[in-house]
Protein backbone atom coordinates (compact mmCIF):
# COMPACT_ATOMS: atom_id res chain seq x y z
CA UNK A 1 0.00 0.00 0.00
CA UNK A 2 1.30 3.51 -0.95
CA UNK A 3 0.14 6.30 0.56
CA UNK A 4 0.03 10.59 -0.74
CA UNK A 5 -0.73 12.89 1.75
CA UNK A 6 -1.42 16.67 0.43
CA UNK A 7 -2.78 19.80 1.35
CA UNK A 8 -0.64 21.29 4.32
CA UNK A 9 0.46 24.35 4.06
CA UNK A 10 0.62 28.12 5.71
CA UNK A 11 -2.60 29.46 7.31
CA UNK A 12 -3.50 31.99 10.23
CA UNK A 13 -5.07 31.25 13.71
CA UNK A 14 -8.51 30.37 13.03
CA UNK A 15 -8.26 29.02 9.68
CA UNK A 16 -8.98 26.03 7.97
CA UNK A 17 -7.28 23.26 5.65
CA UNK A 18 -7.97 20.25 4.33
CA UNK A 19 -5.58 17.11 3.72
CA UNK A 20 -6.07 14.59 1.68
CA UNK A 21 -4.08 11.21 1.52
CA UNK A 22 -4.96 8.84 -1.62
CA UNK A 23 -4.16 5.06 -0.96
CA UNK A 24 -3.03 3.07 -3.79
CA UNK A 25 -1.55 -0.64 -4.05
CA UNK A 26 -3.53 -3.19 -2.53
CA UNK A 27 -6.36 -1.18 -1.22
CA UNK A 28 -8.23 -4.10 -0.16
CA UNK A 29 -5.97 -4.95 2.61
CA UNK A 30 -6.79 -1.83 4.37
CA UNK A 31 -8.64 -2.26 8.01
CA UNK A 32 -8.41 1.32 8.67
CA UNK A 33 -6.48 5.09 8.36
CA UNK A 34 -5.14 7.33 10.74
CA UNK A 35 -4.01 10.48 10.87
CA UNK A 36 -0.60 11.69 12.90
CA UNK A 37 0.70 14.63 13.82
CA UNK A 38 5.10 15.36 15.18
CA UNK A 39 6.64 18.14 15.91
CA UNK A 40 10.58 18.71 16.30
CA UNK A 41 11.44 17.11 19.67
CA UNK A 42 8.06 15.10 20.22
CA UNK A 43 6.44 11.83 19.39
CA UNK A 44 4.26 11.79 16.91
CA UNK A 45 0.66 11.28 17.94
CA UNK A 46 -2.30 10.38 16.85
CA UNK A 47 -4.69 12.67 15.79
CA UNK A 48 -8.33 10.91 13.94
CA UNK A 49 -8.90 7.75 12.23
CA UNK A 50 -11.31 6.27 10.29
CA UNK A 51 -12.36 2.19 9.75
CA UNK A 52 -13.25 0.34 6.69
CA UNK A 53 -16.82 0.74 7.98
CA UNK A 54 -16.91 4.18 8.50
CA UNK A 55 -16.10 4.29 11.98
CA UNK A 56 -14.34 7.70 13.22
CA UNK A 57 -12.36 8.67 16.28
CA UNK A 58 -11.28 11.66 16.96
CA UNK A 59 -8.23 12.99 19.93
CA UNK A 60 -9.69 14.96 22.39
CA UNK A 61 -6.96 17.88 21.82
CA UNK A 62 -8.70 18.26 18.49
CA UNK A 63 -12.38 17.09 19.03
CA UNK A 64 -14.75 19.63 17.73
CA UNK A 65 -12.17 20.98 15.40
CA UNK A 66 -11.28 18.08 13.23
CA UNK A 67 -13.16 16.13 11.51
CA UNK A 68 -11.89 12.83 9.40
CA UNK A 69 -13.87 11.52 6.62
CA UNK A 70 -13.30 8.67 3.35
CA UNK A 71 -14.56 8.41 0.38
CA UNK A 72 -13.86 4.62 -0.42
CA UNK A 73 -14.45 5.16 -4.36
CA UNK A 74 -11.29 7.84 -4.57
CA UNK A 75 -9.65 5.37 -2.32
CA UNK A 76 -9.09 9.08 -0.04
CA UNK A 77 -9.20 9.89 3.57
CA UNK A 78 -9.51 13.67 4.47
CA UNK A 79 -8.71 15.76 7.36
CA UNK A 80 -10.71 18.69 7.63
CA UNK A 81 -8.96 21.08 10.12
CA UNK A 82 -10.80 24.01 11.47
CA UNK A 83 -9.80 26.77 14.35
CA UNK A 84 -6.76 26.20 13.46
CA UNK A 85 -4.34 27.15 16.30
CA UNK A 86 -0.89 27.94 16.29
CA UNK A 87 -0.44 24.71 18.09
CA UNK A 88 -1.44 22.36 15.48
CA UNK A 89 1.27 23.35 13.52
CA UNK A 90 3.32 19.70 12.72
CA UNK A 91 4.39 17.40 9.93
CA UNK A 92 0.87 15.46 9.46
CA UNK A 93 1.21 11.74 8.24
CA UNK A 94 -1.34 9.67 6.84
CA UNK A 95 -1.17 5.91 8.04
CA UNK A 96 -2.70 2.74 6.61
CA UNK A 97 -3.73 -0.25 9.03
CA UNK A 98 -2.97 -3.52 6.68
CA UNK A 99 -4.58 -7.00 7.89
CA UNK A 100 -1.54 -8.22 6.30
CA UNK A 101 2.42 -8.13 6.28
CA UNK A 102 3.64 -5.39 6.70
CA UNK A 103 0.85 -4.76 8.76
CA UNK A 104 1.16 -0.88 8.03
CA UNK A 105 1.96 1.96 5.68
CA UNK A 106 3.27 5.91 5.95
CA UNK A 107 2.57 8.15 3.72
CA UNK A 108 5.29 11.01 3.73
CA UNK A 109 4.29 14.03 5.87
CA UNK A 110 2.58 16.94 5.29
CA UNK A 111 3.89 20.37 6.77
CA UNK A 112 1.10 22.49 8.62
CA UNK A 113 1.85 26.05 9.17
CA UNK A 114 -0.18 28.20 11.60
CA UNK A 115 1.15 31.55 11.73
CA UNK A 116 0.04 35.04 11.66
Known amino acids: VQLQACGGGLVQPGGSLRLSCVAS????????MRWYRQTPGKQRELVAG???????NIADFVKGRFTISSDNAKNTVYLQMNSLKPEDTAVYYC???????????WGQGTLVTVSS
Open 50 to 56: ITRGGSA
Open 25 to 32: GSISSINA
Open 95 to 105: YAVIRVHPFGS
